[in-house]
């Protein structure tokens, strides 16, 4: 199927505005007309829509994209004429994403013979949720220990070279590959997007995701930092089989409208061509770095924080005070000399890495690991001398010891619905 876009047609096609009426030798392969109205700090944008929607230079305008990435997964019919496409993912299932050479002849002649490398992400779509996504990553972490976001299926991909998974960016892959040759990778998305919705009583909207890829060629050191070309695509992912059933229904509701509303909807493809877009924002390159291809900054949603040290790390456990003291006084009973070595016996600890040492980074860290939203602690106190609680400032926190071992007690706030944090 992937030689059909390598077809004089397609060349015909992507140079008159990637229109959406395809030759029906494309056999369904559609291409996004998204309005891209928010991806990440930068819009997403096609030539066909109006110059100022564009984050691209108007240079752009009827320019060949050298590579083209198409997922082989069909896009939702139930998405505006002029909106993005959105794509139905199921949980974990291998979903192939063709990677083909689109230059014209003599275009970027440097990478003949040569491999060139794809980072692969999946991000947030919302606005709102890119904000927090440090926080939102972290909290994943905690509910779901030893699991990635991403994944790359191996035996199933064509082509790929060194494929990596660094163990701290759990969003992000990265493989080599040589755009001469046939090139495929099945990719896993092992999140859901109601897992990153606020409220869980059942039945909420699911959020939305992106699948960017960004393309490097080797520099005259040998690293692979000089940008080639970005695109991405709007998913949603769902427990296995939801995204069929979801699909399906998105079918049926589009034959029940009328002839004239079906006009303002686009039709559904077989496939997804992802859209061009801008690279990966505010990218530092790391040299000499195992991770996948660059750090990222407290904007991105990548996991980059994780591969720098963090300054402090402190234990904490979740045990109520209460239930501590009820241990305790059990312990005591049976062993009066061992009360110091209780704790290993009854309570589990998690580890929380800070790095910048501040009040609200800690707010934010401890809100991951209570699955709740950091608006919802009102105050974080440390039991201080006699039982008295100390308000915790970024002072306070900067003279912690490392490793230090706290219980977390919490306390219902008077006046609202959120609580006070005690670290005793």
């Not at 926190?397 to 219980?407: D, L, P």
């Given at each position: 199927?992937?030689?059909?876009?390598?077809?004089?047609l397609?060349?015909?096609?992507?140079?008159?505005?990637?229109?959406?009426?395809?030759?029906?030798?494309?056999?369904?392969?559609?291409?996004?007309?998204?309005a891209?109205a928010?991806?990440?700090?930068d819009?997403?944008a096609l030539?066909?829509?109006?110059?100022?929607?564009?984050s691209?230079?108007?240079?752009n305008?009827?320019?060949?994209?050298?590579?083209?990435?198409?997922?082989?997964?069909?896009?939702?019919?139930?998405?505006?004429l002029?909106?993005?496409?959105?794509t139905?993912?199921?949980?974990?299932?291998?979903y192939?994403?063709?990677?083909?050479?689109?230059?014209?002849?003599?275009?970027?002649?440097?990478i003949?013979?040569?491999?060139?490398?794809s980072?692969?992400?999946v991000?947030f779509?919302d606005?709102r949720?890119?904000?927090?996504e440090h926080q939102?990553?972290?909290?994943?972490?905690?509910?779901?220990p030893?699991?990635?976001?991403l994944?790359i299926?191996?035996?199933m991909?064509?082509?790929?070279?060194?494929?990596?998974?660094?163990?701290?960016?759990?969003n992000?892959?990265?493989?080599?590959?040589?755009p001469?040759k046939?090139?495929?990778v099945f990719?896993?998305v092992?999140c859901?997007?109601?897992?990153f919705?606020?409220?869980?009583?059942?039945?909420?909207?699911?959020v939305?995701?992106?699948?960017?890829?960004?393309?490097f060629?080797?520099?005259?050191?040998?690293?692979?930092?000089?940008?080639l070309?970005?695109?991405?695509?709007?998913?949603?992912?769902?427990k296995?089989?939801?995204?069929?059933?979801?699909?399906?229904?998105?079918?049926?509701?589009?034959?029940?409208r009328?002839?004239?509303?079906k006009?303002?909807?686009?039709?559904s493809?077989?496939?997804?061509?992802?859209?061009?877009?801008?690279?990966?924002p505010?990218?530092?390159?790391?040299?000499?770095?195992?991770?996948?291809?660059?750090?990222?900054s407290?904007?991105?949603?990548?996991?980059?924080?994780?591969?720098?040290?963090?300054?402090?790390?402190?234990?904490?456990?979740?045990?109520?005070?209460?239930?501590?003291e009820?241990?305790?006084?059990?312990q005591?009973?049976q062993?009066?000399?061992?009360?110091?070595?209780?704790?290993g016996?009854?309570?589990?600890?998690h580890?929380?890495?800070l790095?910048e040492?501040?009040?609200?980074?800690?707010?934010?860290k401890?809100?991951?690991?209570?699955?709740?939203?950091?608006?919802?602690i009102?105050?974080?106190?440390?039991?201080?001398?006699?039982?008295?609680?100390?308000?915790?400032?970024d002072?306070?926190?900067?003279n912690?010891?490392?490793?230090?071992?706290f219980?977390?007690?919490?306390?219902?706030?008077?006046t609202?619905?959120s609580y006070?944090?005690?670290?005793?």
């Amino acid at each position: 199927m992937a030689w059909a876009l390598k077809l004089p047609l397609a060349d015909e096609v992507i140079e008159s505005g990637l229109v959406q009426d395809f030759d029906a030798s494309l056999s369904g392969i559609g291409q996004e007309l998204g309005a891209g109205a928010y991806s990440m700090s930068d819009v997403l944008a096609l030539p066909i829509f109006k110059q100022e929607e564009s984050s691209l230079p108007p240079d752009n305008e009827n320019k060949i994209l050298p590579f083209q990435y198409v997922l082989c997964a069909a896009t939702s019919p139930a998405v505006k004429l002029h909106d993005e496409t959105l794509t139905y993912l199921n949980q974990g299932q291998s979903y192939e994403i063709r990677m083909l050479d689109n230059r014209k002849l003599g275009e970027l002649p440097e990478i003949n013979g040569k491999l060139v490398k794809s980072i692969f992400r999946v991000v947030f779509h919302d606005r709102r949720l890119q904000y927090t996504e440090h926080q939102q990553l972290e909290g994943w972490r905690w509910n779901r220990p030893g699991d990635r976001i991403l994944d790359i299926d191996i035996p199933m991909s064509v082509g790929i070279i060194d494929p990596r998974a660094n163990p701290n960016q759990l969003n992000t892959v990265e493989f080599l590959w040589d755009p001469a040759k046939r090139t495929s990778v099945f990719i896993q998305v092992h999140c859901i997007s109601t897992e990153f919705t606020m409220r869980k009583h059942g039945g909420e909207k699911g959020v939305p995701f992106r699948v960017q890829i960004d393309t490097f060629k080797e520099n005259e050191n040998g690293e692979y930092t000089e940008h080639l070309h970005s695109a991405s695509c709007q998913i949603k992912v769902f427990k296995p089989k939801g995204a069929d059933r979801k699909q399906k229904t998105d079918r049926e509701k589009m034959e029940k409208r009328t002839p004239h509303e079906k006009e303002k909807y686009q039709p559904s493809y077989e496939t997804t061509i992802l859209t061009e877009c801008s690279p990966w924002p505010e990218i530092t390159y790391v040299n000499n770095s195992p991770s996948p291809g660059f750090n990222s900054s407290h904007s991105s949603f990548s996991l980059g924080e994780g591969m720098v040290r963090p300054r402090l790390t402190i234990y904490v456990c979740q045990e109520s005070l209460q239930l501590r003291e009820q241990q305790q006084q059990q312990q005591q009973q049976q062993q009066k000399h061992e009360d110091g070595d209780s704790n290993g016996t009854f309570f589990v600890y998690h580890a929380i890495y800070l790095e910048e040492l501040t009040a609200v980074e800690l707010t934010e860290k401890i809100a991951q690991l209570f699955s709740i939203s950091p608006c919802q602690i009102s105050q974080i106190y440390k039991q201080g001398p006699t039982g008295i609680h100390v308000l915790i400032s970024d002072e306070m926190i900067q003279n912690f010891q490392e490793e230090a071992c706290f219980i977390l007690d919490t306390m219902k706030a008077e006046t609202s619905d959120s609580y006070h944090i005690i670290l005793k």
